[in-house]
Antibody
Framework: QVQLQESGPGLLKPSETLSLTCTVS????????WTWIRQPAGKGLEWIGR???????NYNPSLKSRVVMSVDTSKNQFSLKLTSVTAADTAVYYC???????????????WGQGTLVTVSS | DIQMTQSPSSLSASVGDRVTITCRAS??????LNWYQQKPGKAPKLLIY???SLQSGVPSRFSGSGSGTDFTLTISSLQAEDFATYYC?????????FGQGTKVEIK
């Protein structure tokens, strides 16, 4: 059973860089797209972007100027960096796997439990 | 970006009721449409993928239908554990986008 676990600092000051890592267990990271999604308290889900094991990325245009994703296949991990954070970036951040294309048409089939990141001075 | 619009935003229903939630895409997405259930403090859980395919382990009272721009999630007989927020999501193109959610509450 594939499991994902987010890790990283839970409290940041404005203008700092958010850095989160997602560790994948129970399966290899060398296939599928790996995704970050966030959810402000009481609000809906926002797709941040995704990375393929080759390093190929797609980012949400609304965040593209501040986002960098990377992958470390040797550790079965992928990471998110979001620069110049503000209070508007306060949210629960989820990592997720995007399923295969041919049959399932790419749903988010496995999710981490989520980690709360608060931006406050 | 493809906009996903769900209706209603919330609904009240009783155990045993048949519940229908709709999702409309701003352009055709074929059947690249997924449904998730989220309970408070938990990650979303995949219920339906490819518009109408039931994810493994999900009860058969959940079903999905639709293609193109209009989609429906139906719960045939609402159970106590189904009170949650439901999201649709398109996987047709990037950026991936979600509907705003439908909160199903107890009447």
């Amino acid at each position: 059973q594939v499991q994902l676990q987010e890790s990283g600092p839970g409290l940041l000051k404005p203008s700092e860089t958010l850095s989160l890592t997602c560790t994948v267990s129970g399966g290899s990271i060398t296939t599928y797209f790996w995704t970050w999604i966030r959810q402000p308290a009481g609000k809906g889900l926002e797709w941040i972007g995704r990375i393929y094991p080759s390093g190929s990325t797609n980012y949400n245009p609304s965040l593209k100027s501040r986002v960098v994703m990377s992958v470390d296949t040797s550790k079965n991990q992928f990471s998110l960096k979001l620069t110049s954070v503000t209070a508007a970036d306060t949210a629960v951040y989820y990592c997720a796997r995007e399923g295969e294309t041919a049959v399932t048409l790419r749903p988010f089939d496995y999710w981490g439990q989520g980690t709360l990141v608060t931006v406050s001075s | 970006d493809i906009q996903m619009t769900q209706s209603p935003s919330s609904l009240s229903a009783s155990v045993g009721d048949r519940v229908t939630i709709t999702c409309r895409a701003s352009q055709s997405i074929s059947n690249y449409l997924n449904w998730y259930q989220q309970k408070p403090g938990k990650a979303p859980k995949l219920l339906i993928y490819a518009a109408s395919s039931l994810q493994s382990g999900v009860p058969s009272r959940f079903s999905g239908s639709g293609s193109g721009t209009d989609f429906t999630l139906t719960i045939s007989s609402l159970q106590a554990e189904d009170f949650a927020t439901y999201y649709c999501q398109q996987s047709y193109s990037t950026p991936r986008t979600f509907g705003q959610g439908t909160k199903v509450e107890i009447k």
